[in-house]
């Protein structure tokens, strides 16, 4: 199957810092990508659609300035915390959708952030 | 999906039964649905998925079921191991370009051996 790669699978940084997140489709390229966030014990909450070579579409709610993505390539989406707070703890996970695929996109293996 | 709540549903069966997990999803329209497995740590693998001119779909030890009048789907895991302990989501979607998978709440299955 689809392979996505998510990097770093964990995080420690301090606050004020900014932290990237890297998502990359390894076997396919992938038009769309997306962004979600995760709070212990709950459901996955979509941050973000991006969509390459164009401006990411933000779910309400979601600070475009804090949250930056940038797909700049059909293998590469990148998702940047800025300025970084305690309250941005959380796990990050991406997925990524084949290019002409019907089908399921796939997920990566998510990175553990921790703001200390 | 179901709104998201604060603390996930728990299944719990023993070894070698037979576990069937719920979902309720929200949009009407929603044409394509699937079932992810959710371990500690990572991320969601997926398992199965249905298209809304089906009701039922069969895989290897899993089938999924899909009543579109009440907007139900459920997931019956055959012959249960404990290697199937984990968190299942159901996500609901449009297929196509307005392919956005939204998510269900999600439910805890334990399997004691």
């Known amino acids: 199957g689809a392979v996505v790669s998510q990097h770093p699978s964990r995080v420690i940084c301090k606050s004020g810092t900014s932290v990237k997140i890297e998502c990359r489709s390894l076997?396919?390229?992938?038009?769309?990508m997306f962004w979600y966030r995760q709070f212990p014990k709950q459901s996955l909450m979509l941050m973000a659609t991006?969509?390459?070579?164009?401006?990411?579409?933000?779910e309400q709610g979601v600070e475009k300035d804090k949250f930056l993505i940038n797909h700049a390539s059909l293998t590469l989406s990148t998702l940047t915390v800025t300025s970084a707070h305690p309250e941005d703890s959380s796990f990050y996970i991406c997925?990524?959708?084949?290019?002409?695929?019907?089908?399921?996109?796939?997920f990566g293996q998510g990175t553990r952030l921790t703001v200390v | 999906g179901e709104s998201v709540g604060l603390h996930l549903p728990t299944l719990s069966v023993q070894e070698g039964d037979n576990s069937i997990i719920n979902c309720a999803y929200s949009?009407?329209?929603?044409?394509?649905f699937i079932w992810y497995k959710q371990e500690s740590g990572k991320g969601p693998q997926f398992i199965i998925d249905?298209?809304?001119?089906?009701d039922k779909r069969q895989g290897q030890r899993v089938t999924v079921l899909l009543n579109k009048t009440v907007k139900h789907l459920s997931l019956q895991i055959a012959a249960t191991q404990p290697g199937d302990s984990a968190v299942y989501f159901c996500?609901?979607?449009?297929?196509?370009?307005?392919?956005?998978?939204?998510f269900g709440r999600g439910t805890s299955l334990i399997v004691h051996p």
């Open positions: 997925s990524a959708r084949d290019w002409g695929q019907i089908g399921e996109a796939f």
């Open positions: 076997d396919f390229q992938a038009t769309t």
């Open positions: 991006s969509n390459e070579g164009s401006k990411a579409t933000y």
């Open positions: 949009n009407s329209a929603s044409d394509y």
């Open positions: 249905i298209r809304s001119n089906m």
């Open positions: 996500a609901e979607t449009l297929s196509g370009g307005s392919y956005i998978p939204t």
